[in-house]
């Protein structure tokens, strides 16, 4: 492999002449791109530091003021620092150091400024007001009432002009703290269908008791910290869901996503890879420029959270016997590469600019040339960010805190993301559609189990024949649309001659950090076997049809997933579907318990084949909508609950009803991958730019995992996963009972069969 020949930027001996100095200029050449690359990066910072902080204002608008203010005082012969200068002078001297024209214009300029100052403050509190008005959501679809109209008029009026990633984050209103009355409320009514009355009079009396005695003080201190903090939830979500779990985070925290279902880009993998990670970069840059539009609901008006894009980038999950802790850096000017139990650190940048497709894609085909044997422990060491927490926490204390250990870590962990250069071939296979998308789908979600770093932020694995896992929908459109392949495959451009190859990281694993590997790697190895995928496209109807019969299609499916677990189990269960709380600022998620008692009486119609099903699917629909919307805006209870059982803990004080709640299974678990392509494809010219969505891991262990992503108007593509393990579940039986209450559902409408295919 090539190496990089300018290792020191001058070097010197010492000869019986003097010294004779050598200067590398190639070196010192790279080093003055780099450092200027950097400054460029800290003012554009700057800058969209001071743009974001003045929103929904802006340095032009301050000039306006200024300049509109100072001529008005000037014709109307009004003193523009309002008589402040006056009262000054009789405290200071002021006209010894500046004249009287000077004094007035520059105090003119400061009570500008303070006007400027006092329109911003009232624009963003009349908007974060504006923003805490959810009535739109009562709109029913198509249709929009006029006092939503009105609203929307000023939300624009005061929304300012061309708004950067992060502009509105402060003006987003902060997560509302729910009575503890509601919640009480809300929870027995959710766990009604669940119980029989003996439970549900036990359940009643905890939390009429909770709500009266220990409830209050609780919700006291929840009232303190909402008050003091951005987000009530999120960091001690953060902490206590994500950080603090000690099970191993592969199959349990990640989820994976999809490539292209029909589209094959390029058959080269080191082709695919160039433009790939050229397009991640692309989209870093925008990040860090805040140049991304904010993510937007009802006509590009309501703005959503945009925190979470703050750490996709350059972040990892560094392991602690107690907790995980978060390390991000603001820059990151490498990626880490894996391929065949060998770790490769790549430089993005050369020249003072990133690298070009055509040439990343040169130095992937270096690595696939590389015939190198991997270190001692080498292979299987990302096994330890598969396992268990606690031994991955006590391998790092011991085995990398210096030395080449702690160097070529830190190249992991610091690196901008981690690709994986697979050896193993995955695609959809039409002759073969079940069995070709189970295996992409394990293979996706862990691999083999030590060739993915799973404490990262994302990783980026392209398989042998070109197909790859999608992390943004936006490198999915610039990779074959925007920049394209030649007609051998290769990414457009040509190779760099004087290009430094790839570093090859080092490592020095002695036999007892091996050892920890190979039981990090059982443990993982044994969860993953256990994972029972299958991901199967519903392509009989989609959204289009849904949408005729007035209804909403999560809602449908919702309740489509309720009569089939019926079906496969004979019962209902605590049913998990997630929802977003991003129209508040650092809002994250939220539980829809979308089992209800209306859908439970409408699956008990259909399996007695009672006459009212549709009326009764109807208030099932309008129900789970409701519970939709409640949870968006700010009035769900999981949240709510959680957070009171954290202050519990932190007061030292026990609640039997808290505990109880908290430990309740999720035995289905639901989640529908949002559409971001709309932008980007048209998929009714193009339907062959449709993704198969993502999933994740079944939660229970006698339970099921439901991802579903609607795409276009005839699509629906279902990801389930369940564990082998459990004689209750199976998983491809469950994708039938899912089809089948699909089509019945629909068939209560009586379409002809060339709307139902």
């Known amino acids: 492999m090539a190496e990089a020949h300018q290792a020191v930027a001058f070097q010197f001996t010492v000869t019986p002449d003097g010294i004779d100095l050598q200067l590398c200029h190639e070196a010192l050449r790279q080093i003055y791109l780099s450092g200027l690359h950097s400054w460029k990066k800290r003012f554009t910072r700057f800058k969209n530091g001071v743009m974001t902080g003045v929103y929904p204002g802006s340095p032009s608008g301050l000039l306006v003021v200024v300049v509109g203010y100072m001529s008005y005082t000037k014709y109307s012969k009004i003193d523009p620092t309002l008589g402040l200068l006056t009262k000054l002078g009789?405290?200071?001297?002021?006209?010894?150091?500046?004249?009287?024209?000077?004094?007035?214009?520059?105090?003119?300029?400061?009570?500008?400024?303070?006007?400027?100052?006092?329109?911003?403050?009232?624009?963003?509190?009349?908007?974060?007001?504006?923003?805490?008005?959810?009535?739109?959501?009562?709109?029913?679809?198509?249709?929009?009432?006029?006092?939503?109209?009105?609203?929307?008029?000023?939300?624009?009026?005061?929304?300012?002009?061309?708004?950067?990633?992060?502009?509105?984050?402060?003006?987003?209103?902060?997560?509302?703290?729910?009575?503890?009355?509601?919640?009480?409320?809300?929870?027995?009514?959710?766990?009604?269908?669940?119980?029989?009355?003996?439970?549900?009079?036990?359940?009643?009396?905890?939390?009429?008791?909770?709500?009266?005695?220990?409830?209050?003080?609780?919700?006291?201190?929840?009232?303190?910290?909402?008050w003091w903090t951005s987000n009530y939830v999120t960091d001690w979500w953060e902490e206590y869901v994500y950080l603090r779990g000690r099970g191993?985070?592969?199959?349990?925290?990640?989820?994976?996503?999809?490539?292209?279902?029909?589209?094959?880009?390029?058959?080269?993998?080191?082709?695919?890879?160039?433009?790939?990670?050229?397009?991640?970069?692309?989209?870093?840059?925008?990040?860090?420029?805040?140049?991304?539009?904010?993510?937007?609901?009802?006509?590009?008006?309501?703005?959503?959270?945009?925190?979470?894009?703050?750490r996709m980038f350059n972040t990892s999950r560094l392991p602690g016997q107690e907790t995980d802790v978060i390390q991000h850096v603001n820059e990151s000017k490498h990626i880490m590469v894996y391929h065949r139990g060998r770790y490769f650190k790549v430089w993005m940048f050369y020249d003072g600019r990133l690298m070009l497709p055509r040439e990343i894609e040169q130095q992937m085909e270096r690595i696939l040339a590389d015939k190198s044997e991997p270190l001692p422990g080498e292979e299987k060491l990302a096994a330890l960010t598969a396992g268990d927490r606690v031994p991955w926490a006590k391998a790092r204390e011991m085995f990398f805190r210096k030395g080449k250990n702690k160097q070529s870590l830190d190249a992991v962990e610091k690196a901008a993301f981690f690709v994986t250069l697979d050896d193993t071939e995955q695609r959809y296979e039409p002759d073969n559609p079940v069995q070709s998308l189970d295996n992409y789908a394990k293979s996706l979600l862990h691999g083999k189990?030590?060739?993915?770093?799973?404490?990262?932020?994302?990783?980026?694995i392209v398989f042998k024949n070109g197909t790859m896992e999608y992390t943004i929908y936006q490198v999915l459109a610039l990779d074959p649309v925007k920049l394209g392949y030649t007609e051998d495959g290769h990414c457009k451009g040509k190779v760099h001659p004087n290009l430094p190859g790839p570093l090859r990281l080092q490592w020095d694993?002695?036999?007892?950090?091996?050892?920890?590997?190979?039981?990090?790697?059982?443990?993982?190895?044994?969860?993953?076997?256990?994972?029972?995928?299958?991901?199967?496209?519903?392509?009989?109807?989609?959204?289009?049809?849904?949408?005729?019969?007035?209804?909403?299609?999560?809602?449908?499916?919702?309740?489509?997933?309720?009569?089939?677990?019926?079906r496969d189990k004979g019962r209902f269960c605590l049913t998990y579907e997630a929802s977003m709380t991003r129209l508040f600022r650092e809002g994250r998620t939220e539980t829809v318990r979308s089992c209800t008692v209306e859908t439970c009486d409408f699956v008990h119609a259909m399996m007695d084949g009672k006459e009212e099903k549709l009326r009764l699917l109807h208030v099932a629909t309008e129900k789970h909508q409701m519970l939709y919307r409640m949870a968006m805006t700010g009035k769900g209870i999981d949240r709510h609950l959680f957070c009171l059982y954290v202050v519990s803990k932190y007061l030292g004080v026990d609640?039997?009803?808290?505990?109880?709640v908290l430990s309740e299974p999720w035995k289905l678990s639901t989640s529908q991958t949002p559409l971001q392509q709309v932008e980007l494809f048209d998929l009714r010219k193009h339907p062959e730019y449709v993704t198969s969505g993502g999933g994740f891991g079944p939660v229970a262990d006698d339970g099921y995992g439901v991802s579903y992503i609607i795409l276009g108007e005839d699509l629906i593509n279902f990801h389930i996963s369940s564990k082998h393990s459990s004689h209750e579940t199976d998983s491809h039986r469950f994708g039938?009972?899912?089809?089948?209450?699909?089509?019945?559902?629909?068939?209560?409408?009586?379409f002809n069969e060339n709307a139902i295919k």
């Open 90 to 226: 009789t405290h200071v001297p002021v006209s010894r150091y500046i004249t009287t024209d000077g004094q007035r214009a520059v105090g003119g300029i400061l009570v500008a400024t303070g006007l400027w100052v006092t329109i911003i403050f009232i624009m963003r509190n009349v908007l974060k007001r504006l923003l805490s008005w959810h009535g739109w959501m009562n709109n029913r679809h198509g249709s929009m009432s006029l006092s939503t109209k009105i609203w929307l008029v000023l939300v624009k009026l005061f929304s300012g002009r061309k708004p950067m990633l992060y502009s509105f984050q402060t003006s987003l209103p902060h997560l509302p703290v729910p009575s503890v009355k509601d919640t009480m409320k809300r929870y027995l009514e959710s766990v009604r269908p669940l119980m029989d009355d003996e439970q549900y009079n036990r359940m009643e009396g905890l939390a009429k008791d909770f709500e009266k005695n220990l409830g209050p003080k609780l919700q006291w201190y929840l009232k303190l910290k909402s």
């Open 509 to 566: 694993i002695p036999e007892e950090c091996q050892s920890v590997i190979t039981s990090s790697l059982e443990v993982a190895k044994a969860l993953a076997d256990d994972v029972d995928s299958h991901i199967f496209p519903f392509n009989n109807f989609g959204k289009g049809l849904i949408k005729k019969c007035k209804t909403s299609p999560d809602a449908f499916i919702q309740i489509a997933l309720q009569l089939a677990h019926f």
């Open 655 to 660: 609640s039997p009803f808290l505990k109880e």
């Open 736 to 750: 039938s009972h899912i089809r089948q209450a699909m089509l019945d559902i629909m068939d209560l409408f009586h």
């Open 449 to 460: 189990c030590y060739d993915r770093w799973f404490d990262k932020s994302f990783n980026l």
């Open 248 to 310: 191993p985070i592969m199959v349990n925290s990640n989820y994976y996503a999809m490539d292209f279902l029909y589209v094959f880009p390029t058959h080269l993998q080191a082709a695919r890879a160039g433009n790939s990670i050229h397009a991640l970069m692309l989209y870093r840059r925008n990040l860090d420029r805040a140049q991304i539009k904010p993510v937007y609901l009802l006509e590009n008006r309501v703005p959503l959270c945009s925190a979470q894009w703050e």
